[in-house]
């Protein structure tokens, strides 16, 4: 009678250590699936916080081009616009001038202008 009774504990035992195993099994499983759910949500998000963070970097360096264009139309535009009143100035100043002195002083103002704008349009490019 021991001697089944033994057998029998020790088939319990068996039967009790492959359920143990199947429930810890079972539960590894279910742990993994929930953490890849998770970590397929994160991955989703990220993906989705690097898109947009690509978006508003293209978009800040469209607006900083957009910027950069307006500010040298107007800097060359107020360049023009000194030459022009310099130019008036220099001819109410001293009276009419002769054609000659007219074109020496306009060169030389367009060289100059031209030399201060490219001067000004590279330190605006740099910055």
């Not at 810890?24 to 279910?30: F, G, I, V």
């Not at 030459?83 to 009276?95: F, H, N, Q, S």
Request: hydrophobic share 40%; glycine share 6%.
């Amino acid at each position: 009678e021991k001697e089944v009774w033994n057998r029998e504990k020790l088939s319990l035992q068996k039967s009790l250590k492959q359920a143990d195993a199947e429930l810890s099994k079972l539960r590894a499983e279910l742990r993994s699936e929930a953490f890849l759910r998770e970590l397929g949500s994160d991955s989703e998000n990220a993906v989705l916080k690097r898109i947009y963070g690509k978006y508003l970097r293209a978009e800040s360096f469209r607006k900083a081009l957009i910027y950069q264009k307006k500010y040298l139309l107007l800097l060359l535009g107020g360049f023009q616009e000194c030459e022009e009143a310099t130019l008036a100035l220099i001819a109410r100043m001293g009276g009419q001038p002769s054609y000659t002195d007219l074109e020496v002083i306009t060169h030389r103002s367009k060289g100059f202008t031209r030399f201060r704008s490219a001067v000004r349009v590279s330190i605006a490019i740099s910055r």
